[in-house]
C-alpha cells in the first residue's frame, strides 16, 4: 500500500497543472442553464395543452335529464365560453363575434344567430381563419356522421374532420359535434388539427346558461315572447324601447349582453323593443 501511495505522489507531482478551463465551465454552466430552461419551457407548454385537450366534451339530453351535478373546470387563461343552453365552447377572449360576410366569416370569430347568414354574394374565407358556429336542432340527417360517442353517459354525434379546397383556392377543414339539441361546428383555413382543438373545448356549465338568440327564430320575435324564452332558461328580462318606424311594435331590436354569453342562473338579460 505504502509504493503504491508513494508511485501515486510521484505522479501527481510529474504531471503539469495549468490554469483552471473556467471559459470551458461558465459555457458548461450555460448550456445547463439554457438545457433546463428548455425543458421548462416544454413542461408549462404541456401543461397548458393539456388543461385545453383535456377538457371533456359534453352535452344535455333532452329537457327530462337534468345536467350532470359536476361542474367544469374554468376555461384556460385567455378564453372566454360561449353557448346555448348549458353547453358551452371555449374560445379565445379576442375573437369577435359575427366578424362575417354574407355567412362567411372574415377573420377569426363565433357565429351565433348571424345576421349576415341569410344574404348572399361573393364572399370568400381568407387563409389562416378559424371559427366556431352555435346553433340550435338535433342531429342532422343529411350530414354524414362519422362516430357516434357518449360523453359522460350522453349521447353524440362526431362529423369526422374532413378539408376541401374551395374555388378560391384556399383549403377549409370542419367538423361537427351535435347534441340532443344544440350543435357546434368548427372550420378552420388553418389545419384540420385546429378543428379537432376547437371541438375538444366542448363543456357543460350547470350553473351558467348562455343567453338566447333573436334572429334566427323561424318568426319575428316580440318582447313578451322573448321574455318567455329566458325565464324558460333560467334569466330575466328587462326592458328598454325605442322608436323605429322601420320594426313593428314591440319587435326585438337587440339584447344585452349579446346571444351566447354565458351568465349565472337568475341574471337579468337587457332587452330592447320598439315602442
Excluded at 337534468?66 to 361542474?71: E, G, M, Q, V, Y
Excluded at 359535434?177 to 375538444?200: G, H, M, N
Aim: charged residues 15%.
Amino acid at each position: 500500500m505504502t509504493n503504491l501511495t508513494d508511485l501515486l505522489e510521484r505522479a501527481a507531482d510529474q504531471t503539469p497543472v495549468g490554469p483552471p478551463p473556467l471559459d470551458a465551465l461558465y459555457a458548461g454552466a450555460t448550456h445547463r442553464r439554457r438545457r433546463r430552461t428548455v425543458v421548462w419551457s416544454a413542461l408549462s407548454t404541456a401543461a397548458v395543452v393539456a388543461v385545453i385537450a383535456g377538457t371533456t366534451l359534453a352535452a344535455q339530453r333532452g329537457p327530462a335529464v337534468s345536467p350532470p351535478a359536476t361542474s367544469p373546470s374554468p376555461p384556460p387563461a385567455a378564453m372566454r365560453l360561449v353557448g346555448l343552453g348549458h353547453i358551452a365552447i371555449a374560445v379565445p377572449s379576442d375573437w369577435g363575434t359575427n366578424q362575417s360576410r354574407c355567412g362567411t366569416p372574415l377573420r377569426d370569430t363565433v357565429q351565433i344567430d348571424d345576421p349576415s347568414a341569410g344574404q348572399y354574394c361573393m364572399a370568400y374565407r381568407p387563409a389562416g381563419v378559424d371559427s366556431v358556429k352555435l346553433g340550435r336542432g338535433g342531429p342532422d340527417l343529411g350530414v354524414k356522421t362519422d362516430q357516434h360517442i357518449t360523453v359522460g353517459g350522453v349521447p353524440a354525434l362526431r362529423r369526422q374532420t374532413t378539408c376541401a379546397t374551395g374555388s378560391s383556392g384556399v383549403r377549409i377543414c370542419s367538423g361537427e359535434v351535435r347534441f340532443s339539441d344544440v350543435w357546434f361546428r368548427a372550420e378552420s383555413s388553418t389545419s384540420a388539427a385546429e378543428v379537432d382543438r376547437l371541438l375538444s373545448r366542448v363543456v357543460i356549465v350547470p350553473d351558467q346558461v348562455g343567453v338566447p338568440g333573436y334572429q334566427s327564430f323561424p318568426q319575428v320575435l316580440r318582447g313578451v315572447q322573448y321574455a318567455a324564452v329566458l325565464e324558460q332558461l333560467g334569466l330575466k328580462a328587462t326592458f328598454r324601447s325605442t322608436k323605429n318606424v322601420n320594426y313593428l311594435s314591440g319587435q326585438v331590436l337587440g339584447v344585452s349582453p349579446a346571444p351566447g354569453t354565458m351568465l349565472a342562473l337568475g341574471t337579468a338579460v337587457t332587452v330592447t323593443v320598439v315602442k
